[in-house]
């Protein structure tokens, strides 16, 4: 594959993450990630001080799926929809396995009878791993969000 | 709308609320004079968050800005973040190191303890201008508060009267509070930042509050982590203002009397990945797993599990307050407890899987009382005393919290 086949391979997986999302299927987001993949939502604060503490940590599959078990059977918040959008890649470093990429982030939030809010932006720090049949699955997403404040809680995974 | 009746002593009814107490302007100014900078000790930081000499950080007391800076000498200050010459808020950076500071508009430059240090064409220019004769330096310095800074953990207080920091925590909570801080070194590990929509004083309720632990947080209540038949405690000191709820976890699982009424129990929930609750019990801990300790008015020390964290509250009007999580470990902690902490805050800050909720439902609180005013809030649970107790089936906390808030108040 050319630097740009797998350009937009990334594009086209993130309208994926994005759509899992968005839509509520968060069991597909899980299955974006490699069995052991890395996924954190980090405030830039941290992530610029070299400070390890993450709003949300999952190493692995387990731990993003139990992420999602919480949003969808035990976690109280109020109904809101979420929007993710994602600029395409800049990337760094290509390999026949591997994809090392940075994206820009935005996603809204809207609350019932809300206008819609600027839930965070920031940048997706990426691994993407190339598996033998070509699928394309994040071996670590860091997303770093630069907002100072979270407007109350972070439900929905960044 | 009569505020001043919302602060007048209620012997008769310790147990209501006026609604209004948590949207009033009125009562919100009359707060930050009295409460927040009157006497009392308020949290501004970790002195592991300022480490070397000229090391600085700027926080919140009220809605006041503030630096706290560690001196040359190691002496930790907190100084107004507010120029004496035209009130220039001259700090932006929220953190940083620096020899001395000097106000971005017209350069006056202070020392680290807030002392003039330097005011440009104070002689004039060509026997031109300059200051009067009679301009003293010292007295244009920065305003600087009382200090106390406790093993590692820095308070700070705009009156001067205030009682020593040890008599305003009281030998009991003295002895919670340095069951954590004891004089070990701390490890910084982070800061979680959110914006909360309610009333401040409902999240010193929130933390005060057992009942609601072991009914709306379903992620504790199924894990075992706070459950209503747990052995557990509400200490509180002399004034009520300050508490401790303390508790001993149990095994989790399903014990009918305390799950039939907790509609939210889900039985069977079980994690696929069980290393977010791979607890180890710490020495330091004794018997209890979980030390909840509100200090009135502005801070929360949380001891959950290996989880470790100050949560400051920054009051923003009456119907705000951002809530700063700074979280910490030991500085002798091994790579292992430190992984494990960090994957215990899970549970913690804006995404926790109990934290979150609490959140959620102040800011539901505040959409319900700000709406309707002239109502009150009912907190009888365990009758109508501010004692403290053996169980947490008791909302004795809250109710001993708004005596002391009224004895202000009024």
Redesign the interface.
């Known amino acids: 594959m050319s630097t740009a086949q797998r350009m937009i391979e990334v594009i086209a997986r993130n309208a994926d993450y994005a759509a899992a999302i968005d839509a509520g299927k968060l069991t597909q987001w899980v299955e974006m990630f490699t069995q052991d993949g890395l996924y954190l939502a980090q405030p830039r604060e941290n992530a610029d001080r070299g400070l390890p503490l993450a709003t949300i940590r999952c190493e692995g599959r387990g731990m993003l799926a139990d992420r999602v078990h919480a949003i969808e059977k035990t976690m109280v918040f109020a109904p809101r929809y979420v929007r993710h959008l994602i600029s395409a890649p800049q990337v760094f470093n290509i390999s026949a396995t591997e994809i090392h990429c940075v994206s820009n982030f935005l996603v809204t939030q809207t609350l019932t009878m809300q206008p819609t809010q600027i839930m965070a932006c920031g940048e997706y720090r990426d691994r993407w791993q190339i598996a033998e049949n070509g699928a394309h699955l994040l071996a670590v997403r860091i997303a770093v969000f630069d907002s100072e404040l979270v407007p109350n809680s972070l439900i929905y995974p960044l | 709308m009569n505020s001043p009746i919302h602060w007048a002593p209620r012997p008769d009814a310790s147990h209501k609320i006026p609604n209004a107490i948590y949207s009033d302007p009125e009562t919100f100014n009359r707060e930050m004079t009295r409460i927040f900078y009157g006497p009392h000790w308020c949290y501004v930081g970790l002195e592991c968050e300022i480490p070397n000499a000229g090391d600085f950080k700027t926080t919140h007391i009220g809605e006041r800005p503030v630096v706290v800076v560690r001196n040359h000498d190691g002496k930790v200050h907190v100084v107004e973040n507010r120029c004496a010459h035209k009130g220039v808020k001259f700090c932006q950076t929220?953190?940083g190191n620096t020899q001395f500071f000097r106000c971005p508009y017209h350069q006056w430059n202070y020392r680290l303890d807030g002392t003039l240090r330097g005011v440009p064409f104070r002689q004039g220019v060509n026997g031109q201008g300059g200051m009067p004769p009679e301009f003293k330096m010292e007295e244009h310095g920065l305003n600087a508060l009382t200090v106390t800074v406790h093993n590692g953990v820095i308070f700070a207080c705009f009156d001067h009267a205030v009682a020593p920091f040890s008599d305003y925590l009281g030998g009991l909570m003295k002895g919670y509070f340095e069951r954590t801080f004891d004089g070990r070194k701390l490890k910084?590990?982070?800061?979680?930042?959110?914006?909360?929509?309610g009333n401040w004083k409902l999240m010193q309720e929130n933390i005060k509050d057992p009942y609601h632990a072991s009914l709306?947080h379903?992620?504790f209540i199924?894990f075992g982590l706070f459950r209503a038949d747990q052995k557990s405690a509400i200490e509180m000191d002399e004034r009520g203002r300050h508490a401790v709820l303390v508790s001993r976890r149990n095994s989790g699982g399903d014990n009918a009397e305390v799950t039939k009424d907790a509609g939210?129990f889900?039985e069977g929930?079980k994690?696929?990945?069980p290393?977010?609750m791979d607890v180890v019990h710490e020495p330091w801990w004794g018997e209890p797993t979980v030390v909840m300790q509100t200090i009135f008015p502005s801070v929360i020390l949380q001891q959950q599990i290996n989880s470790l964290s100050t949560r400051q509250i920054i009051p923003v009007g009456p119907d705000a307050f951002?809530f700063v999580w700074t979280?910490f470990g030991f500085e002798d902690d091994s790579e292992e407890m430190?992984t494990r902490r960090?994957?215990q805050?899970?549970l913690f800050?804006?995404?926790g899987?109990v934290s979150?909720?609490d959140?959620?439902?102040i800011?539901?609180s505040q959409q319900g009382t700000s709406a309707y005013p002239d109502g009150e809030c009912t907190v009888a649970l365990d009758g109508y005393g501010t004692h403290n107790t053996q169980h947490m089936v008791t909302e004795t906390a809250i109710r001993a919290m708004y005596n002391y808030w009224r004895e202000v108040m009024q």
């Open positions: 929220p953190h910084l590990l982070g800061y979680n930042r959110q914006r909360i929509s709306l379903v992620f199924t939210s889900k929930l994690l696929a990945d290393r977010i951002d979280h430190t960090l994957r805050a899970n800050g804006p995404a899987y979150g909720d959140g959620e439902v800011e539901f």
